[in-house]
């Protein structure tokens, strides 16, 4: 027999988001509503980049209900491809643990 097990989020789920160095696992926990990565590890791999350029800007309210839904799903299939300085990693609050307590 076969058990599997899901656990299905929303953005709103979310509780914080981690960045983590891959050289030295350091780990930056931040809101979601106010996370900002760092251009470098904060700690022992400072000359490791881990962003580059700048954030881009959103012109009008159409390009932020429209283009930010897209690019999301785009960025998440971009960044499983990818092993940079650095990882995303995602908290949030396991309801079935909360609700059994």
Known sequence: MTIE????????????VIFECRGC???????????SIPR???????D???LSGRASEIANDYEATSSAFLNLISAIEL????????RILFEFRDERLASAS
């Not at 097990?5 to 914080?16: E, F, P, Q, R």
């Not at 470098?40 to 400072?46: G, V």
């Not at 960044?79 to 650095?86: A, I, Y």
């Open 79 to 86: 960044l499983r491809k990818r092993s940079g300085g650095f």
């Open 40 to 46: 470098h590890c904060p700690k022992e791999h400072r």
């Open 5 to 16: 097990h899901s656990i299905v989020v929303g953005l709103d789920d979310i509780k914080t």
């Open 48 to 50: 490791t980049e881990w």
């Open 25 to 35: 696992k350091t780990r930056l926990v931040m809101s979601p509503d106010s996370a």
